[in-house]
């Protein structure tokens, strides 16, 4: 890795850390819950999507990631691209705490068949398994890899100072369970 990319890569890691700390003071997870991450290191570093993967940007995105999940008890869900069908990796004891819902499937993440992140990810998870689909409860998209397929049904935006990450732009949202009812229903 040349110095210039280095450099770059400090600078990111900081507003990394900036965007954890704010997304996770407004997100409001509960232990237990999940965090959906959908990344494009290619985005990142200004590439097209699914042009230019970077382990570079992974290795430095996901261990303060993973620091932050674990702190707070909950369960991280990294999305991969289009050619895996947009499958996650997860750990095992998600899909052992959420239960049957979670349908296990059969794939290895690649760098262009899934991308960094989910490679980093299954290399960092302690028992990685590849899920089908899932449902969070807050989400991380950096680089517009919608990851709306796999966040509960009512998703808010959170907004924060930060809009982009590198040259990727940066979605984040939190989930709250639908309002049903008509105009006599009372919400709290």
């Known amino acids: 890795m040349d110095k210039n990319v280095g450099e770059k890569l400090q600078v990111m890691a900081k507003v990394w850390e900036d965007v954890l700390d704010a997304f996770f003071l407004k997100a409001n997870l509960k232990q237990g819950q999940i ?6 290191t290619s985005e990142v570093i200004g590439h097209r999507i699914g042009q230019g993967s970077s382990l570079e940007v992974a290795e430095m995105l996901l261990p ?16 991969g691209c289009e050619h895996i069908n ?6 095992e004891a998600c899909v052992d705490h959420h239960g049957l819902g979670l349908e ?13 992140m989910t490679v980093q990810a ?3 998870f302690s028992s990685p398994l590849m899920i089908e689909r899932i449902q969070g409860h807050a989400g991380i998209d950096i680089g517009d890899t919608f990851i709306g397929m796999h966040l509960r049904p009512v ?14 732009h940066l979605t984040l949202a939190h ?13 709290p």
């Not at 309002?179 to 006599?184: D, E, F, K, V």
Request: hydrophobic share 50%.
């Open 35 to 40: 965090l959906v991450l959908g990344c494009s």
């Open 64 to 79: 303060p990631l993973l620091e932050r999940v674990h702190q707070q008890g909950i369960f991280l869900a990294v999305q």
């Open 86 to 91: 947009r499958a996650l990796v997860v750990e």
């Open 104 to 116: 296990v499937v059969t794939v290895l993440p690649g760098l262009h068949a899934g991308g960094a």
């Open 122 to 124: 299954w290399k960092k």
């Open 155 to 168: 998703a808010i935006p959170i907004r924060i100072h930060v809009k982009e990450l590198g040259e990727a």
């Open 175 to 187: 989930t709250r369970p639908r309002l049903i009812g008509g105009p006599r229903a009372v919400y």
